[in-house]
């Protein structure tokens, strides 16, 4: 149970209607922005691909398994990201049997334009409400971050 100043202890069931809240509307979100009428410069499934290689190359069969793809559907759009040179393959140095897939300079800018494009449809929704609730939000989306890293931190130790 989570408790802070002056307020009651939260139960199990609230913590899981929250978390279910939580997890129905991020993909809502994500889907509303992309449907704003306008064009956007990435699909979500590239884009998907793209952000799980934001920080290292990887085997195409974890990428496949992180972006929710199977392993021919995943091959097929890192082939067109490679034609578009948003990624490459590369050789992995442990063992050269493996391929790994890497963002490219080219990529990155794409994913930053990519992530510059779904804020600014997620702030349209955001201006609807009120200064007071966005800065509850505000206050409330970073305390979920600060336990998301003290959680990261302690499965860190763990190990």
């Not at 809502?28 to 934001?54: C, T």
Request: aromatic letters at 2%.
């Amino acid at each position: 149970m989570t408790t802070t100043l002056h307020e009651r202890p939260t139960t199990r069931a609230e913590e899981l209607e929250l978390a279910g809240l939580l997890l129905s509307t991020l993909p809502r979100l994500g889907k509303m922005a992309m449907h704003a009428g306008e064009q956007n410069p990435i699909s979500a499934n590239r884009a998907g691909v793209m952000w799980q290689l934001r920080e290292r190359a990887m085997r195409s069969g974890e990428l496949a398994q992180r972006c929710a793809m199977t392993a021919p559907a995943l091959t097929e759009l890192v082939d067109s990201l490679g034609r578009e040179g948003f990624t490459k393959r590369l050789e992995d140095p442990n063992d050269r049997r493996v391929v790994l897939v890497e963002l490219t300079p080219k990529g990155r800018r794409e994913l930053d334009r990519y992530r510059e494009y779904m804020k600014e449809r997620v702030a349209r929704v955001l201006a609807k409400l009120s200064s007071e609730k966005r800065a509850r939000l505000r206050a409330a989306l970073a305390d979920v971050l600060d336990a998301i890293e003290a959680t990261a931190k302690e499965n860190a130790n763990v190990r």
